[in-house]
């Protein structure tokens, strides 16, 4: 288990993701489920981790993001610009900022 989980909606989430880190960072995929007891299960695991919500910019990305909130109000919660609505399409560089800016460790031909 790592100190940072950053939980994504689907798994082309996390692999966009997953290759910008430079540090262990677990991403889990809530693959569109939205109840908390589904959450709460993905989550147990990582108790005492730094969480990190980070969902696409539309109806059910804001919808888990609300159920976060409720059930895990210490998560930090990441952001895509709704230009690019999803995770999956949003520019690396434009990923590695937002990353960078919640102190997670970034490889560095990301941020060039």
């Not at 790592?2 to 692999?15: A, H, L, N, Q």
């Not at 299960?41 to 730094?50: I, K, R, S, T, V």
């Not at 109806?59 to 690019?84: I, Q």
Request: with cysteine.
């Amino acid at each position: 288990m790592t100190d940072k989980v950053i939980v994504v909606e689907g798994s082309s989430d996390r692999k966009r993701l997953a290759p910008l880190l430079d540090e262990p960072v677990d991403i889990i995929c809530t693959n569109g489920t939205a109840s908390p007891t589904r959450i709460e299960e993905l989550l147990e695991p990582y108790e005492g981790a730094d969480i990190f919500a980070f969902f696409d910019a539309d109806r059910s990305g804001e919808k888990l993001r609300a159920l976060l909130r409720r059930e895990y109000p210490e998560a930090r919660h990441l952001y895509t610009d709704r230009v690019y609505r999803e995770v999956a399409t949003t520019p690396l560089r434009v990923l590695a900022e937002e990353l960078l800016s919640a102190n997670i460790e970034i490889k560095t031909e990301f941020l060039l």
